[in-house]
């Protein structure tokens, strides 16, 4: 652990992963502020969340996956450097159940198992311009709201 933890304090002292890790928590911050405002009709947002240093992310919801004790939520993965939605289950056992239902759909065919933390994942942008904060804004919000139209027109026909 030792040796592990002196890489760490070295790269820690270059300064740059203390930066980028804020800009990007500040950004995901940014980007939450502004879907609470502008798409307060469709979804209410939860507070940011912070993995461990893998990934950043807040939930959203609206009252029909509430009833279903589902959330979806917009996730920044560091590891992979890119931006995705997750649909989540309040409990384990309802991620297992709605894991069932959705294994073999566009979201999970190319998947053995469940993953770890979600039901489902999308990817929104896979390779993020973070020098164009803007145009990266509009991109992952088209996208967002198409791929959670999506996912909640699945879940709709499971009824």
Same mark, same amino acid.
């Given at each position: 652990?030792?040796?592990? @933890? ?8 270059? $300064?740059? %992963?203390?930066?980028?890790?804020? &800009?990007?928590?500040?950004? @995901?911050? /940014? ?6 405002? $502008? ?8 507070? %940011? ?6 990934? !950043? ?10 009833? /279903?004790?589902? /959330?979806?939520?917009? @996730? ?12 989540? $289950?309040?409990?384990?056992? %309802?991620? *297992? ?7 073999? !759909? ?10 770890? +933390? ?6 929104? @942008? ?10 990266? !804004?509009? *991109? #992952?919000?088209? /996208?967002?709201?198409? #791929?959670? &139209?999506?996912?909640?027109? +699945? ?5």
């Amino acid at each position: 652990m030792n040796k592990y @933890v002196a890489i760490y304090k070295e790269q820690l002292d270059k $300064g740059y %992963i203390l930066v980028a890790y804020n &800009e990007l928590v500040k950004f @995901v911050m /940014k980007l939450r502020a502004e879907f609470s405002k $502008g798409l307060s009709d469709k979804y209410s947002f939860t507070g %940011i969340l912070h993995g461990y240093m893998d990934y !950043t992310y807040f939930y959203y919801s609206n009252d029909f996956l509430k009833t /279903k004790k589902l /959330k979806l939520g917009l @996730v920044l993965n560091h590891l992979e450097m890119r931006f995705e939605v997750w649909l989540l $289950g309040n409990t384990k056992p %309802i991620q *297992q159940k709605y894991w069932e239902l959705s294994k073999s !759909t566009k979201w999970n065919n190319d998947k053995d198992e469940m993953p770890a +933390y979600s039901i489902l994942e999308a990817v929104l @942008v896979e390779n993020p311009d973070f020098n164009n904060l803007a145009k990266l !804004t509009e *991109q #992952i919000e088209a /996208k967002m709201i198409t #791929i959670s &139209e999506e996912i909640l027109n +699945y879940l709709k026909t499971l009824n």
